[in-house]
C-alpha cells in the first residue's frame, strides 16, 4: 500500500513555487532566493524532504529545464556538513607560557 502524497498546500502554502514556474526568463539565482523563502514558509513539522518530492512530482514533469528543477532536486541531496570556522579563537592560539592569551 503507497503512502498518499502531500497536498500542494502543505507542500507550498504561499504559492511560491508555483509562481516561480510561471515566471518567463527567471534564473538559477531567483530560484534559489525563492527556494530559501519557500523554506523559510513551511510549517513547523513539515517533511521537508516529502514537501520537495510533491513539488517535483507536480511541476518538474510538466516544465523541463526550467532552473527550479535542478534547485529542488539539490534540496533533497544531504545537507552539507558543518565546518569548523578558521580565525584566532578557532586556533586556540596560546602564548609561550600556555595560558590562554584572553
Known sequence: MGRKAMELKVADPKGLVRESYAIEGITGGECRSIFLDWALSLAP??????????????????????????????????????????????????????????
Open 45 to 102: 513539522g513539515t517533511d521537508t524532504a516529502e514537501a520537495l518530492r510533491a513539488l517535483l512530482a507536480t511541476y518538474a514533469a510538466v516544465h523541463p529545464g526550467h532552473p527550479m528543477n535542478p534547485v529542488l532536486e539539490a534540496g533533497l541531496g544531504a545537507a552539507p556538513q558543518a565546518m569548523r570556522r578558521g580565525g584566532r579563537m578557532g586556533r586556540s592560539v596560546r602564548p609561550q607560557d600556555g595560558r590562554r592569551a584572553d
